[in-house]
């Protein structure tokens, strides 16, 4: 059990053991740790911030009987909210998958400044539901880059990722 790879990730440690994944805090134990992050948050901003323009959208082509106002509205919010609304019920903060559950893992870098890059991990939970998982990597000025090679090697090794 000792002699599983792992690499450091911004907020502690990514194991890879035989059959799973387990996201911790300490680097020497493979215990997994729950503790929240703050995954989403530019998404979950955005979609306020569209829920409001909306509603008030959709007051305003109230009071003025605009009913081809208030259907725009409408099919405008649902096609403008279904991206991040799915893309955050799919995020998932569990510390442990299983590497059977994973289907794909990708690479992402932040558009703005890139200065530092993550992996999406999609996997189905034990409920059958599709999930995504992100590791958020150490920055490139802390040592990060050598990290993010490091994981994708292994992530190469386990055919995880391309």
Not at 59 to 76: C, F, H, K, P
Request: with cysteine.
């Amino acid at each position: 059990m000792n002699n599983h790879k792992k690499f450091r990730t911004n907020n502690g440690y990514c194991h890879i053991l035989d059959d799973e994944i387990v996201l911790n805090y300490q680097q020497d134990s493979i215990e997994p740790s729950n503790r929240q992050e703050k995954i989403g948050l530019i998404e979950s901003i955005v979609v306020s911030v569209l829920v409001l323009i909306i509603v008030f959208g959709l007051i305003a082509n109230i009071v003025e009987r605009d009913y081809l106002g208030i259907l725009l509205t409408i099919g405008t919010s649902v096609l403008l909210i279904n991206w991040p609304i799915k893309r955050l019920v799919r995020i998932s903060n569990e510390a442990k998958i299983k590497l059977k559950s994973i289907s794909n893992i990708e690479y992402k870098t932040r558009k703005l400044g890139k200065t530092y890059g993550y992996f999406d991990v999609s996997f189905v939970n034990n409920s059958n539901k599709k999930k995504i998982r992100v590791i958020k990597m150490p920055r490139f000025e802390n040592n990060g880059g050598s990290e993010i090679k490091k994981a994708k090697e292994i992530f190469k090794t386990l055919q995880l990722i391309d």
